[in-house]
């Protein structure tokens, strides 16, 4: 199935607001309806095909299948952009001036490469495209060449199990519940389960670093990964001969988070685990943000580690929007404090002994167990955010979500520095914000922030954020986070990106890029700034 | 204190073989005594030094202090070379063809920036020196320019201590025990034991990604790393603003392994852990490696982890190398099995829990418990293998060790051929050696083998063992191991790194180093082949 391509997911799971939100929104932010909603598909008309001649046929000669080259414009009109708030408007205003001139979809290894080497010899740009979930400008190039989506859907399959080493090896195009599936069916799990995991890709989360709402427990992404299997038009790269080596420096980890700019993924070797027979994920409530941080670093550091755990500020636990589905519909107390959700998933005994462990540690750091019912509410509408936002731009409000990480030591400072970045700018440009945010992942030395934004939109909803995203990713920096813990870089965030790594940073990405791809045809401008 | 020139650590701890031991030699591999022992240091003449005036002048300018930059004929043959087992035969023959033209100590960042300028204007390459520890001729570069080494010793402090992210930040210089009691004096362990960790730096830690002996419960070198500062001809690098991040690729793991070939490491932000109150190193006999591989590989793949682990084979466990002060003193059963060293080290309620559980797996696995003295005796020698070396060299037998890594489904083919191919060549060559093995890190999805063989010597002790590393080299990159765990890759290794890596590998790490040293003064030859 096809993502709705004016917003998110599934069209059959879109779900308009209750009205006490609509009322809410009115009252709290000044939100007004907006008149029309989107554009209707058909009624775009995206500029011609701009592929050349000579590269439309060194693309249908790199791939087999008879239909692995599009050109129509609906095709081209679902692989424009990704799913930023931004992103979304422009593409519901019918914008679509960043259209691919086609679409190519290759079918294996050999494919890929070949496509890779007819766009640079036709000085063709080519982005890599996964589950087209990207929030951060990774699927617009900075480029005034043609450039083609290069659709990995047709490699989708698990291609090796080794159930000694505990490792799989899947291909790039695989949609999240398409790989727990094909693992879940031998009794394994690979344990990514990020907001996006419907529809986002193996090959996305690798390209990308994500980060799963489970990452207490199984890691990171790009702590999964093993091995990688890379195509460049220079030829092919492969990495991880062994978990762990001291053969000079880790490639796996200048291919994780390169974002499609130094070669395509084609195959993804991850540590798999049991899958899990037991899962019980519960509601504690702490008396202040600064309370629960302490619980949760406590956690994080001396153990013992959840499975999930994830802390929500006193904003966010006031709307109550770690259950989405639940907004506005309960009688909220008058200080709820702040809401953790804290999971557990292994076998039955070893899931009971943690959490009996982990109990002690939330009762001695003053939490308060609340029950199972807002872990389940939580489990329940875990990825339905993204369905949410939309109803929200539809009744015409403004809705999006940023995030940070850094060591424990910077987290108050950084919270307080881009929670108000974000309100002043938003209040100074007239439409006063309710900021929200969650510690959506913790590590032994730090943690991520995770910020929600609602506001009226504006006059020009586009234009009315920028300066907000601007300044909000000037505090992230000025108060010594990360641009980015898991969303990545793009072409929406390169310039804080290159702040943050400096300039001989960049200049060693640049040496990388250059070297694989000298026609600089790999999603030019996105992370890497054109030499 | 300065290490032992022509061997390894501090003379006053060497010790001579037991006669047992020498009788073992001779009756088991042949070995005869050697004539003569080791040149006098007084009776070896260096080339004249070969810095030329204007680098001299510009070196002496780049650094402060007086006796910064030393080119008598000691200081020169203190850096020469590192102390692999060819390394001392060389450096005992009084062969020092491979000498730095002179030793140059800056005192901080600023200087080891200057020093690299200096040496990038006047073409003299410039080789990083920590502990002088490396067995791949990681400090031989292969060039004809006179090269300098690049002493960090006086880098030698811990710059911050972050108590609430974990954190420290510890000068390149410091030895292992330096940085230990800075740390150990404000309550806190790095926890890293390398079998090198007396004399080991920080620096070199992080270059050549160490692993310690309790690996298993504080992560290799390269996972405690949080941060790094680097200097390179063409300006600073810092990386690491937060524990994990999705911007772009991770720049400290293409620092971590690089060996001096694309930077000096001049500050290392580590995390760091309570120091243990309890510590308790138990041994464990298994009635096959076979056996005690698969018990290993379920206490790394479900838990709970101990903090060391580490099974010898069958002819290590019977030699008692894991104990090198018993050798050949013990009367040994007749069929010992194998030994497993198993540890832990924490606080005394969490040690206590982790043990009885892991006790629980190990007994399920068919070990059985010998008790702590195998594993005091791990303890108290933890650090002597290189002493027995020396002794050993002394006594006319040759003896080396070599190591790698592979997912645990290659394990047992990788042992079996690396074991053969030493054994094979070495008998072919008519010096049958002793080839000993032990699984000495363990990972979710893998482990590391450490071999260490005992031979006669050869006529050239030199030439012989060359075709039987090849041959070791060769074997290991067949049956799908890395060609180094924890040894690094240096200049021994660079071929099969090469091959294990690929053509596009190696071109993108000569394209950053080409970017971050044009001169190619960098350890040229270390790691990356000169282009």
Redesign the interface.
Known sequence: MDMLWSGWGDPAKAAPLPDSVTGLLRDLLGVTPRESGPAALADIEPPAPALPDKARAALLGAVRAPDALREDAESRIRHTRGKSTPDLLRIRAGEVDDIPAAVVLPGDHDEVLAVLRACAEHGVAAVPFGGGTSVVGGLAPTTKRPFVALDLRRLDRLTAV?E????ATLQPGLRGPQAEALLNEKGWTLGHFPQSFEWATVGGFAA????GQASAGYG?F?EMV?GLTVA?P??????G???????????????????GA?GVITAVTV?IRPLPSKRIYEGWRFASFEAGTAAL?RLA?D?PRPTVLRLSDESETFIGLAQPDAIGSAALPENPGCMAIVGYEGTEE?TTARRALAREVLLACDGELVGEEPGDKWEHGRYNAPYLRDALLDAGAFAETLE???????IPGLYTAVRDALTSTLTEAGTPPLVMCHIS?T????A?LYFTVVSAQGEDAVAHWEPVKRAANDAILAA??????????GTD?RDW?AR??????I??????K???DPSGVLSPGV?IPVR
Chains 1, 2 share one sequence.
């Open positions: 080794d000694v080493s505990r490792t990308a670093r994500s980060s990171r790009d093993l460049t220079e030829g092919t790269l492969e990495t001969r062994a978990p762990r080596s001291a053969a000079g420096p880790d490639l796996r980890q200048l291919v994780l988070g390169s974002e130094l540590r670093r550091q153990g070893e940070t990480a850094a060591f424990w030591s910077a992942h590590y032994e030395n730090g991520s010594g986070g990360t641009i980015s813990h898991h969303h990545g870089v965030h990106y943050e790594i400096g300039p001989l940073g200049r060693m990405l640049q040496a990388v250059a070297e694989v992370l």
